[in-house]
């Protein structure tokens, strides 16, 4: 993977619970230098979508903090993901209505991703260029860019080595 990107596809050697911890850590970090409260159900929740590198739904985030919590409710998950989403510790991936953990929070960048269309696996990239060029494009159509999600569809590395036929897992 080039070095833009900011959270690559893992492979199975890959430590993943010191990836959650360090996403938390930098939370914290990141909150407390703004003076925002990352509250136990927003850590909760932001340690839910780092579990994995899928995109995660509110609603399997609600199911799995009800195991916790029998009386976890939509709107508070949704109220801790606008958090996150505000933040900038989650991005949104638009064509899942999922979310996934952000790689460099620390760092506003705009939202590109590959996404695989068999394990559902995804990449973050931090391509400034692709930004450039999409907010250049469309200014000079006249168009004001307020976001940017770009999100390229295709097979990650693991994937790719398989058998070539593509099942949709979305």
Same mark, same amino acid.
């Given at each position: 993977?080039?070095?833009?990107?900011?959270?690559?596809? &893992?492979?199975?050697?890959?430590?993943?619970?010191? #990836?959650?911890?360090?996403?938390?850590?930098?939370?914290?970090?990141? #909150?407390?230098?703004?003076? &925002?409260?990352? =509250?136990?159900?927003?850590?909760? @929740?932001?340690?839910?979508?780092? $579990?994995?590198?899928?995109?995660?739904?509110?609603?399997?985030?609600?199911?799995?903090?009800?195991?916790? &919590?029998?009386?976890?409710?939509? /709107?508070?998950?949704?109220?801790? +993901?606008?958090?996150?989403?505000?933040? %900038?510790?989650?991005?949104?991936?638009?064509?899942?209505? *999922?979310?996934?953990? #952000?790689?460099? /929070?620390?760092?506003?960048?705009?939202?590109?991703?590959?996404?695989?269309?068999? #394990?559902? =696996?995804?990449?973050? +990239?931090?391509?400034?260029?692709?930004?450039?060029?999409?907010?250049? =494009?469309?200014?000079?159509?006249?168009? =004001?860019?307020?976001? &940017?999600?770009?999100? @390229?569809? %295709?097979?990650?590395?693991?994937?790719? %080595?398989?058998?070539? $036929?593509?099942?949709? *897992?979305?």
């Amino acid at each position: 993977m080039a070095d833009d990107a900011i959270a690559p596809f &893992q492979s199975d050697s890959h430590d993943h619970g010191s #990836c959650i911890s360090h996403a938390l850590e930098v939370a914290e970090e990141l #909150c407390a230098d703004r003076g &925002q409260r990352l =509250t136990v159900l927003r850590r909760r @929740v932001l340690e839910l979508v780092w $579990r994995r590198h899928e995109p995660v739904r509110a609603y399997d985030l609600l199911d799995r903090l009800r195991a916790d &919590q029998r009386n976890a409710a939509p /709107p508070t998950v949704y109220r801790a +993901l606008d958090f996150l989403l505000a933040n %900038g510790l989650v991005h949104r991936i638009e064509s899942l209505n *999922a979310y996934v953990g #952000c790689g460099k /929070p620390r760092s506003p960048h705009a939202g590109q991703f590959l996404i695989c269309e068999r #394990c559902c =696996t995804v990449a973050e +990239l931090a391509e400034s260029e692709i930004s450039r060029i999409v907010t250049r =494009t469309a200014r000079s159509s006249g168009f =004001t860019v307020s976001r &940017q999600t770009i999100e @390229v569809i %295709g097979l990650c590395p693991e994937c790719d %080595g398989g058998d070539g $036929r593509v099942s949709r *897992a979305f």
